[in-house]
């Protein structure tokens, strides 16, 4: 492969949306950041420089990075955040990605504005498994805040507060066409009659779940987290918190103007009812000489918000190309079974220290244990040995067993055990995990659950309580969809299989990051092989330093 170089500037840069200015910190000065291309194999060296004026940290979500944990990027996992007036070169190894990616800060919320797609292209010479499109387009979903997040997020974790909800959706960087004052900023695509274009989106959002549909525009889906998929035409698209999905569109409509709305799916908080708050919109411009009407066509097929089974319908058509040139290999021989819930919860304690539901503070969980940021990161404890910075009991099944999807569970199970506990897994096990979603604090949501370091296969879902005799049974284990996010559906379940064949420390959560900074989250540590390309690598002559006071959350 080819090797890449590139420098992120990370910089506070002034931007205005719906009627008001504020500073961002961006890399390079853009909103969305800059697009990395690479081709299947390649290595990308990013020098990350942080003139900002707190650590951050970024992350190369969906890149496996084989052995190279040290430039995975998430704060106390994998590295310190790179300090202010610092820098910090990142190592990217490409291995079998494919189609599109993204990278994003992983430290405190700062991904909503650092955050930019990555294009893996096929190793030079070889094509698509789909006829070359004409052209393509990049469009990144993103969350809109009008206050400085971290900030509020700090507040809103010391004091065991609700997070705040973003204000917009934008799509590359634009609220659109139905917000106030943004207008005239609406993102425009031109496209040519006739052309077929590869469109790669990503969802970027901190906390939704979106739809998207672009009016009178059939999509033809053909990959999703850097791998391809069968192809199969649709109206609208249903796309998680740090996924990627790859469509073909053609442009073969009459001459004009086409809204591209991107709709809030679902949401914890059916309050929030601001038309502004749901949408995103974009327009789709045919070039040309010929009059549009003066409002672009609404699309359609757009489901309505809280749609759940055009959800449900959109994830289950979902399957991997399984053909010769591209193989399926679901492992048939699980070797480690995990059955693991994603819960929200609550920690005792009282006002003015907490203020969150019945004056506790809020807080999330996988099989009741709330992930603890430890004060320096978890990779280089493991790798030099050191003692007290996390345990490795991370439990491979519900501490409690009880009716998980029940409305209004028992008061004891809302209740987590706050601590730094991680998953450990030899070399090549072949791992099936199902996630179980919990109707603790009767607050069940879709949690869109990713690992750092691999991909997965889906191989089943359903409603419920996951049954291991019954469910088990109705497994696709010949063309399931590998990705590196998955939905474990609201009141239901999903199992996924791999090969631990990646040596090192990977982060697993979920990626709303409400949930996220809550404490869904646990840590995987795959030992090493016994040979060095099946073995985690040294360090590389730098880390950023963790220093005192170390944690930038209080939980
Ligand atoms: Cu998109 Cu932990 O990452
Ligand atoms: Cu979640």
Redesign the pocket.
């Known amino acids: 492969g080819v090797v890449h170089y590139h420098d992120f500037v990370l910089r506070e840069k002034n931007f205005t949306r719906l009627c008001s200015n504020k500073s961002m910190l961006v890399v390079n000065d853009s909103f969305p950041g800059p697009v990395i291309r690479v081709h299947k194999g390649d290595t990308v060296y990013v020098n990350v420089h942080n003139q900002g004026d707190y650590g951050i940290t970024i ?1 190369w ?1 969906g890149v496996k990075q084989p052995g190279n944990s040290w430039s995975d990027g ?1 704060e106390y996992v994998t590295q310190c955040p790179i300090q202010p007036g610092t820098n910090f070169t990142y190592e990217i190894i490409f291995s079998n990605e494919e189609g599109t990616l993204w990278w ?1 800060a ?1 430290s405190d919320w700062s991904r909503y504005s650092i955050h930019g797609a990555i294009v893996v292209y096929p190793v030079n010479g070889t094509t698509y498994p789909f006829p070359t499109p004409d052209g393509e387009e990049i469009i990144v979903l993103g969350s809109w805040y009008e206050i400085n997040v971290n900030a509020v997020v700090d507040e809103d974790l010391r004091t065991g507060g609700d997070t705040p909800r973003s204000v917009a959706y934008v799509i590359n960087g634009q609220p659109g066409d139905f917000c106030n004052c943004s207008k005239e900023s609406t993102y425009r695509w031109v496209v040519d009659y006739g052309k077929t274009y590869l469109v790669r989106l990503v969802n970027a959002a901190m906390n939704a779940e979106l739809f998207l549909a672009i009016a009178d525009h059939n999509l033809t889906v053909v990959g999703m987290d850097g791998n391809y998929v069968k192809p199969f035409v649709t109206g609208y698209i249903m796309i998680s918190p ?1 996924q990627t999905i790859d469509f073909l569109l053609t442009a073969n409509q009459t001459l004009g103007h086409y809204y591209i709305v991107a709709h809030q799916y679902d949401t914890a908080r059916p309050d929030v009812t601001d038309y502004d708050q749901m949408n995103a919109s974009a327009i789709l411009m045919y070039s040309g000489n010929y009059t549009a009407p003066g409002i672009p066509i609404y699309p359609s097929q757009l489901p309505a918000y809280e749609n759940h089974t055009a959800g449900d319908a959109f994830v289950a058509r979902l399957r991997s190309l399984a053909n010769e040139q591209y193989p399926v290999d679901v492992p048939m021989n699980v070797t480690t079974r995990m059955y693991i819930t994603v819960s929200m919860n609550q920690i005792l304690c009282s006002p003015p220290t907490c203020a969150g539901i019945n004056g506790n503070r809020l807080a999330s969980s996988m099989n009741n244990i709330s992930f603890l940021n430890p004060d320096m990161d978890i990779l280089q404890a493991y790798y030099s040995n050191l003692s007290g910075v996390y345990t490795p009991d991370f439990p491979s099944w519900p501490p409690t067993m009880y009716n998980f999807t029940e409305y209004d569970p028992p008061f004891n199970v809302t209740v987590p055990i706050v601590a730094t506990k991680v998953m450990m897994l030899n070399y090549n096990e072949e791992v099936e995990i199902t996630f179980q979603g919990t109707e603790t604090l009767n607050a069940s949501e879709d949690h869109p659950m ?1 690992v ?1 370091g691999y991909s997965f296969y889906v191989v089943g879902s359903g409603v419920g309580n996951f049954n291991n005799v019954t469910d088990s049974l109705t497994y696709n284990l010949v063309d399931p969809v590998q990705l590196n996010t998955v939905r474990t559906p609201k009141i239901g379940w999903v199992t996924i299989r791999f090969k631990a064949n990646n040596p090192g420390v990977w ?1 697993w ?1 979920c ?1 709303l990051d409400r949930h996220l900074s809550w404490g869904m989250d646990t840590v995987m540590i795959v030992r090493d092989g016994g040979t060095p390309e099946t073995s985690l690598r040294s360090p590389p002559p730098y880390m950023p330093k963790c220093k005192v006071p170390f944690s930038h959350w209080i939980r």
Do not use: D, E, Q, T
Request: proline share 9%.
């Open positions: 992350h979500h998430p994003h992983h740090g990713h750092h982060l959560h990626h």
